[in-house]
Nanobody
Framework: QVQLMESGGGGGLVQAGGSLRLSCAAS????????MDWYRQAPGKQRELVAA???????NYADSVEGRFTISRDNAKRTLYLQMDSLKPEDTGVYYC???????????????WGQGTQVTVSS
């Protein structure tokens, strides 16, 4: 069974202009991890893609976070990171880790989600 465990948001408050670093560790039966992403969901809004990272090292960002957030991953540790700088109140939401994973050598890829971690930015 595959699990994604986020940490770093802590449910606490950070002031606008501040920084936070989120982590997401994948564990369980994993043969290969393909794309790993960060999504967020603000109150009353749909879940949106924040940043994506492929196994080859390519990255992609939402326009709203470009230049402020940095996604990175440590493939050996099966861990994804999101460094968030110059935070704004509109960055507030629940941040979810997502990954497309092959659990075994069989060519089947499954989508997994973490439980989410709250990020709250005060003005």
């Amino acid at each position: 069974q595959v699990q994604l465990m986020e940490s770093g948001g802590g449910g606490g408050l950070v002031q606008a202009g501040g920084s936070l670093r989120l982590s997401c560790a994948a564990s369980g039966s994993i043969f290969q991890i393909n794309t790993m992403d960060w999504y967020r969901q603000a109150p009353g809004k749909q879940r949106e893609l924040v940043a994506a990272s492929t196994s080859a090292g390519s990255t992609n960002y939402a326009d709203s976070v470009e230049g402020r957030f940095t996604i990175s991953r440590d493939n050996a540790k099966r861990t994804l990171y999101l460094q968030m700088d110059s935070l704004k109140p509109e960055d507030t939401g629940v941040y979810y880790c997502h990954a497309d994973i092959m659990p075994t050598r069989e060519p089947y890829v499954y989508s997994y989600w973490g439980q989410g971690t709250q990020v709250t930015v005060s003005s």
